[in-house]
């Protein structure tokens, strides 16, 4: 019973005194874990609870379907990125439930995200820049299409204030000019 206890004593002090070593290994072996920078705060502003007011345009000059949604948005990994969950319905009256993570790329200097929802049948991916001074981030996103091609979309997100923000998707139509399909504007839930 003695030399269990002494063994577990050993053990547990070989392992305190190599975790310095196996630390001093790993940061030799790569480069630094990435921490939370100024980029990260950009999207630290969409943290929380947002009242969405959807509208959908299906082809140029069409009426839009309108509907509302909640999205819940928090940061995750240490702080490196922001999970989105969006919940609301469908005009009519089927339910949607959506799901993004977005984060910075330092290599492109750019935000990267993926996207999914009940209506797509894979992955979105988009990439976009933020303009500080119009509080604005612009960018683009592609989608698979369900005949198995890809769809393109122009986005811009704007944050007139820190409580409000919209977002908005453009296509290209069949006259090859671009249209507004998707509008969502958010309002935070206090």
Not at 36 to 43: F, I, N, R, S, T
Not at 73 to 87: A, E, P, V
Not at 120 to 141: F, L, N, P, Q, V
């Amino acid at each position: 019973m003695q030399l269990n206890k002494t063994m577990g004593v050993l053990v547990a002090a070989g392992i305190l005194m190599a975790a310095p070593a196996r630390q001093a290994v790993a940061q030799e072996q790569g480069p630094p874990l990435p921490k939370p920078g100024p980029e990260h705060q950009v999207l630290k502003a969409d943290e929380g609870t947002w009242d969405a007011k959807v509208e959908v345009t299906m082809a140029p000059g069409a009426e839009p379907m309108i509907s509302k949604g909640v999205e819940t948005n928090t940061m995750g990994c240490g702080g490196l990125c922001l999970i989105s969950d969006f919940k609301g319905e469908i005009a009519d009256g089927q339910t949607f439930h959506g799901h993004g993570i977005t984060a910075w790329d330092p290599a492109k200097k750019k935000y990267v995200g993926s996207w999914t929802d009940s209506m797509a049948a894979g992955i979105a991916h988009g990439e976009s820049t933020w303009d500080a001074a119009a509080k604005k981030a612009t960018g683009t996103m592609e989608m698979p299409e369900p005949s198995g091609g890809t769809l393109k979309s122009r986005m811009v997100a704007e944050y007139p204030t820190p409580d409000t923000r919209t977002m908005t998707s453009y296509m290209t139509g069949p006259d090859g000019k671009e249209f507004v399909n998707l509008r969502i504007t958010y309002t935070r839930r206090k």
